[in-house]
Structures are given as structure tokens and as C-alpha cells.
């Protein structure tokens, strides 16, 4: 199965600052996905990359994907209270088998205001 | 749209007894439904992919004799802690896919099941 490695494990930034997380595997990522989730709560899904180079955005929050397929970076620009949570990058286990997902461990992160 | 419920939110159970935990697709027909467990400050391990009308497939190292999974029909899939000990106290997570591809892999809000 896919193992990813999330860093940091946890971050606080002061509101209205960036953030970056990043999610790494030791193989070709199929596909590559970012999740968010409250403590106790399911995951809501937030972006998908699956070509090299790839790079999305959805209002303050930038994904990429980098050119071998074994890195993403989630980039929060002027962070907001309402960003805070756990965030998940999840791989696809391969390509043929596209929908079943391995997650990495989670970066919490906190918003101060 | 794509919305997926679990009851309960949360269980507190004796040891020894069996729970019992739904995963709903409210509002489309999910061909494949997958159970997940989280443990505090921990990503979500998945246990097992659930097929409709078929047998489900469990991961490595998960007893499908102790989480029995039923997936008898396209909206409803059910996870069965059997004979729950305490160290089976852990969050569950289920998700529901509607297309081919992740992008359509929907998450339930979770089960916190404690076992005392």
C-alpha cells in the first residue's frame, strides 16, 4: 500500500499569515488528495491532482502536485479561524485501482487570532 | 448532493455485546462503500471495501469474523463490531463511491464507538 508522509504534524499560525503543508511518497502518486477534517468529524474533500505539475486552487487554498508525482504542497494563503482542522493527503493505490485510498497521518493545524 | 450519514454518532457499549454501525448514501446509489478506523491523532486505517450483493474484502491484519460488514443494498452498508473489547474503541469512518475515481468517494461524519 501507498505510505505518505505528512509534515508538519501540527502548526499554529497567527490569522491573516500563510501556511504550508507538505504530503510525500516514496512512489508515484496515481493520484493525490486533499482532505480536511474537524476533530470527530468525517473528511471533506477539498482538491485532486493527478498529472505532474499540476496545480489547483480553491479560494485561499493552493494544491500542487510536483513534476515526479511523489510530492504535494497545500498552501493556505492569509489564513482565516475557519481553516483550522486536520488536513489529509490520501493517494490512490494505483492506477487501476484509482478509488481506494491511503491516507497520510494528518497535519493539524490552529488559527490564532 | 452526495451526502452519507452514519448512525449512531456515537456508541458507548459493554464488553462482550455486539454494535452495530449504518453508512447511508442519502442521495445517490453507491456501488462501492469502504469502512475506516481512526485512532486520536492518527489517520484513518481502512479495514475493508464493501461491493454491493457481494462479499466484502478486508485489508490485512483486520478479523472479518470480528467486523462484519453487510452491503445489501446500493444506499446501506452496516459495520458489526462483534463481541467489542475495549481496545476496539476507536472512531469509524465510512465512505461511499458513485463513479469510477476517488474525486467521488464521499465521507460519513463518523461513529465513535467506546467499549467499557
Known amino acids: 500500500s501507498q505510505e505518505l508522509e505528512q509534515s508538519p504534524q501540527s502548526l499554529i499560525v497567527q490569522e491573516g499569515k500563510n501556511l504550508t503543508i507538505n504530503c510525500t511518497s516514496s512512489?508515484?502518486?496515481?493520484?493525490l488528495y486533499w482532505y480536511k477534517q474537524k476533530y470527530g468529524e468525517g473528511l471533506i474533500f477539498l482538491m485532486m491532482l493527478q498529472k505532474g505539475g499540476e496545480e489547483k486552487s480553491h479560494e485561499k487554498i493552493t494544491a500542487k502536485l510536483d513534476e515526479k508525482k511523489q510530492q504535494s504542497s497545500l498552501h493556505i494563503t492569509a489564513s482565516q479561524p475557519s481553516h483550522a482542522g486536520i488536513y489529509l493527503c490520501?493517494?490512490?493505490?494505483?492506477?487501476?485501482?484509482?478509488?481506494?485510498?491511503?491516507f497520510g497521518a494528518g497535519t493539524t493545524v490552529t488559527v490564532r487570532a | 448532493g452526495a451526502v452519507v450519514s452514519q448512525h449512531p454518532s456515537w456508541v458507548i457499549c459493554k464488553s462482550g455485546t455486539s454494535v452495530k454501525i449504518e453508512c447511508r448514501s442519502l442521495?445517490?446509489?453507491?456501488?462501492?462503500m469502504f469502512w475506516y478506523r481512526q485512532f486520536p491523532k492518527q489517520s484513518l486505517m481502512l479495514m475493508a471495501t464493501?461491493?454491493?450483493?457481494?462479499?466484502?474484502?478486508?485489508e490485512q491484519g483486520v478479523e472479518k469474523d470480528k467486523f462484519l460488514i453487510n452491503h445489501a443494498s446500493l444506499t446501506l452498508s452496516t459495520l458489526t463490531v462483534t463481541s467489542a473489547h475495549p481496545e476496539d474503541s476507536s472512531f469509524y469512518i465510512c465512505s461511499a463511491t458513485r463513479d469510477r475515481g476517488p474525486k467521488g468517494q464521499y465521507f460519513g461524519p463518523g461513529t465513535r464507538l467506546t467499549v467499557t
Open positions: 442521495d445517490f446509489q453507491a456501488t462501492t
Open positions: 464493501s461491493n454491493e450483493g457481494s462479499k466484502a474484502t478486508y
Open positions: 512512489k508515484t502518486l496515481y493520484g
Open positions: 490520501g493517494a490512490a493505490e494505483s492506477r487501476s485501482n484509482d478509488y481506494k485510498l491511503s
